[in-house]
């Protein structure tokens, strides 16, 4: 440094020459400063202006309007991070602002209030909007901390629940000033690169003003914006988003949405197995009812052998009717029939032991799920795709 300063006492610069000198200087520091809004404009509508000021100093500062993550007013106490710079125009030091939050709960809840009033009147929170959840999803996006709790709920849900899930996670900050672009840029990149089923966007609990991101105009719009279905999952059931609000479902927290987003496989077998049998008896039954009917018709129509032609063609065209009612009724049935067979087809867990799972089977015939349902002594069968293993358990780790 003392050099560059020899240097530069020894030196004539010119005043662009020294201009950029001073911004090489400070550009590369990173400032963090609190203080409050003062003469806040928007220029060309894209150019935003305003001054951060305390009781004795004043700072001009600058950024781009698409960068502005909430409504800005005169009076609202912030804290932004940015860099200076000497503007070569006016030669006027001012702070080019990267990210901003506002402070204080009153601020936050105004905040929150007047975009939820302006999103509301776009119609973005309307029913009409919200996508429907695939029913057996095969892929899902996860968008939360690497770090946080809300994940490992998630993944613990989703691997109880159903095996065999393709799993997308994309690590983002879930609060702080990165995070409003980061879960933006997840979401847009979800869109682009990615043919998800589902999105699980989720973090834990917290204050309004660490969920600041989730009530940002960007974020909500990003959800809005979605092509797959997007369940919300942030943090515990007072908290309500407005990133919530515009999801296509919000879960009461992070655990909910894992167990919204994918049924329980077990339960949906047993169902479905249930619906079949009784579609099965429904349909024998019906079927013997429209053979009675047919009886009933047919003796009637013995009877009116010897009555005019036009008895007999009126119990002729009712007897036609009655068998093209019960063909129609038998394909219907069919029809379902075959439709829950291919559903349970797609979730036969011997399909499953095809791609190279097994299943543990105790000796009462009861599967497995958890080292802590076996004992060491025990006998147990594991199923393969093309047979069977018995083993007798020596160790449990």
């Keep these: 440094m003392n050099n560059l300063l020899d240097l530069i006492a020894d030196s004539t610069l010119t005043v662009s020459a020294a201009v950029e000198l001073i911004n090489g200087v400070l550009t590369p520091l990173s400032l963090t400063i609190e203080g409050e809004v003062s003469?806040?404009?928007?220029?060309?509508?894209?150019?935003?202006?305003?001054?951060?000021?305390?009781?004795?100093?004043?700072?001009?500062?600058?950024?781009?309007?698409?960068?502005?993550?909430?409504?800005?007013e005169d009076g609202m106490k912030i804290k932004l991070t940015g860099y200076l710079k000497v503007r070569p125009q006016s030669g006027k030091i001012s702070l080019t602002v990267q990210a901003i939050e506002l402070v204080g709960e009153g601020m936050l809840q105004k905040a929150y209030e007047d975009l939820k009033k302006k999103l509301a009147a776009e119609g973005l929170f309307d029913e009409t909007h919200k996508?429907?959840?695939?029913?057996?999803?095969?892929?899902?996006?996860i968008i939360?901390?690497?770090?946080?709790?809300?994940?490992?709920?998630?993944?613990?849900?989703?691997?109880?629940?159903?095996?065999?899930?393709?799993?997308?996670?994309?690590?983002?900050?879930?609060?702080?000033?990165?995070?409003?672009?980061?879960?933006?840029?997840?979401?847009d990149y979800v869109n682009k690169h990615t043919a998800v089923d589902l999105v699980i966007l989720a973090r834990g609990g917290g204050s309004l003003?660490?969920?600041?991101?989730?009530?940002?105009?960007?974020?909500?719009?990003?959800?809005?914006?979605?092509?797959?279905?997007?369940?919300?999952?942030?943090g515990h059931e007072p908290d309500v988003t407005?990133?919530?609000?515009?999801?296509?479902?919000?879960?009461?927290?992070?655990?909910?949405?894992?167990?919204?987003?994918?049924?329980d496989y077990d339960q949906v077998l047993f169902d479905l197995e249930h619906t079949n049998n009784r579609l099965h008896r429904?349909?024998?039954?019906?079927?013997?009812?429209?053979?009675?009917?047919?009886?009933?018709?047919?003796?009637?129509?013995?009877?009116?052998?010897?009555?005019?032609?036009?008895?007999?063609?009126?119990?002729?065209?009712?007897?036609?009717?009655?068998?093209?009612?019960?063909?129609?009724?038998?394909?219907?049935?069919?029809?379902?029939?075959?439709?829950?067979?291919?559903?349970?087809?797609?979730?036969?867990?011997?399909?499953?032991?095809?791609?190279?799972?097994?299943?543990?089977?105790?000796?009462?015939?009861?599967?497995?799920?958890s080292v802590k349902n076996v004992a060491v002594g025990a006998n147990i069968k594991t199923k393969l795709s093309d047979g069977s293993l018995l083993s007798k358990i020596n160790n449990i780790n």
């Design 144 to 187: 939360t901390s690497k770090s946080g709790d809300a994940l490992q709920d998630i993944l613990r849900i989703l691997k109880n629940r159903a095996g065999g899930l393709k799993l997308k996670l994309i690590p983002v900050s879930v609060q702080g000033q990165n995070a409003i672009k980061e879960i933006v840029g997840a979401l």
């Design 282 to 369: 429904g349909i024998d039954g019906l079927i013997k009812a429209k053979f009675h009917q047919l009886d009933i018709i047919t003796h009637q129509l013995k009877q009116s052998l010897q009555a005019p032609t036009r008895g007999i063609d009126l119990l002729h065209r009712r007897m036609m009717n009655m068998l093209k009612s019960m063909q129609s009724l038998v394909w219907e049935k069919k029809s379902s029939l075959e439709s829950s067979a291919s559903s349970l087809e797609a979730i036969n867990p011997e399909n499953i032991l095809k791609r190279g799972y097994s299943i543990a089977i105790d000796s009462n015939g009861k599967i497995i799920h």
């Design 242 to 263: 407005l990133a919530d609000l515009v999801a296509d479902v919000r879960a009461a927290t992070p655990t909910n949405a894992a167990e919204i987003a994918v049924p």
């Design 39 to 72: 003469s806040f404009k928007i220029s060309q509508d894209k150019f935003v202006f305003f001054d951060i000021k305390d009781e004795s100093a004043l700072l001009n500062c600058f950024m781009m309007r698409f960068n502005l993550p909430f409504k800005l």
């Design 131 to 141: 996508k429907t959840l695939p029913f057996l999803p095969k892929s899902i996006a």
């Design 209 to 234: 003003e660490d969920l600041q991101a989730f009530n940002s105009e960007p974020v909500v719009r990003a959800v809005f914006g979605s092509k797959a279905p997007v369940i919300t999952g942030v």
